[in-house]
């Protein structure tokens, strides 16, 4: 509990940097109504109402094991993911920087898709490169040609492309 209580307080703390750091964001004259400040913004609050989620339901997790006389070293146990797991999915999420610029964003979504599946104990089966295809293909349609975010097409692919 007490690491949730720490994280929650840790996450409301970047959200707030996160969101005075938005105020050195230059507005152009193609800015629209929300302008280019807009979606960081609001990124930023929901990783403090995320932050606020997590230290209100670790004060009624408090509150209930308190109520109902669980000894505080059985309320303090806690289920999770250890730290080498943790690890794990962030050197997962450390290849995906690194390849992206080599492999580009179709490839390099793909793979981490299937990457963080596999690790997560998916089946080896059919399933896993079509769902793997299948989100990348969906991440690019909407970054690309709903958003008209262009993605890099990667330097290993860039001959063929252009």
């Known amino acids: ?18 969101y005075i750091a938005t105020g050195s964001i230059a507005e152009s004259t193609l800015s629209d109504e929300i302008g280019a400040t807009g979606l960081p913004r609001l990124l930023a609050m929901l990783l403090a109402f995320i932050g606020l989620a997590l230290i209100a339901r670790t004060a009624f997790v408090a509150l209930a094991a308190r109520r109902a006389n669980v000894p505080q070293a059985a309320a303090d146990e806690e289920e999770g993911a250890p730290l080498p797991r943790a690890i794990g999915l ?17 490839l390099a979504v793909a793979l981490l898709i299937a990457g963080v599946a ?23 349609a909407i970054f690309v040609k709903l958003l008209g975010v262009h993605q890099p097409a990667g330097s290993l692919f860039q001959g063929w492309l252009s």
Do not use: N, Q
């Open 1 to 18: 509990m007490k690491r949730d209580f720490l994280s929650g307080g840790v996450l409301i703390a970047l959200a707030a940097a996160y």
């Open 90 to 106: 962030l050197l997962i999420g450390g290849a995906y920087v690194v390849l992206l610029p080599f492999i580009g964003y179709f």
């Open 118 to 140: 596999l690790y997560e104990g998916a089946a080896r089966s059919w399933v896993l490169p079509t769902a793997a295809l299948g989100g990348a293909t969906l991440y690019w």
